[in-house]
Nanobody, 127 residues
Framework: QVQLVESGGGLVQAGGSLRLSCAASGRTFRTQSMGWFRQAPGKEREFVGVINWDGRITLYSDSVKGRCTISRDNAKNTVYLQMNSLKPEDTAVYYC????????????????????WGQGTQVTVSS
């Protein structure tokens, strides 16, 4: 069983920045890809980005590419999502996710690959 705890969400003005953190339990963190997804009110959950097990490969959705950066610290069992130039349309609950499998070099953007979800953290961007 893996537990994921997100933090760092909040209210920010358009153009501002936030850094989300996700602390993971368990001994397999360093072997697994970690993803971020988000869900806005009335919309389906969507992919934001993913980082592979050693941090060398990242993939982002077109909607956040160039504005967001995912990083990880395997010594701290923590993954981060740095979000810059935030827009009102970025308002959503952001979820951290652990991917199934180990040592996947190129993780996919599909939520079907997710093994565990965090509880989510709210990000609200005001205009």
């Amino acid at each position: 069983q893996v537990q994921l705890v997100e933090s760092g969400g909040g209210l920010v003005q358009a153009g501002g920045s936030l850094r989300l953190s996700c602390a993971a339990s368990g001994r397999t963190f360093r072997t697994q890809s970690m993803g971020w997804f988000r869900q806005a009110p009335g919309k389906e959950r969507e992919f934001v980005g993913v980082i592979n097990w050693d941090g060398r490969i990242t993939l982002y959705s077109d909607s956040v590419k160039g504005r967001c950066t995912i990083s990880r610290d395997n010594a701290k069992n923590t993954v981060y999502l740095q979000m810059n130039s935030l827009k009102p349309e970025d308002t959503a609950v952001y979820y951290c996710a652990t991917y199934r499998g180990a040592y996947i070099q190129y993780p996919s953007p599909s939520s079907s690959e997710v093994g565990y979800w965090g509880q989510g953290t709210q990000v609200t961007v005001s205009s």
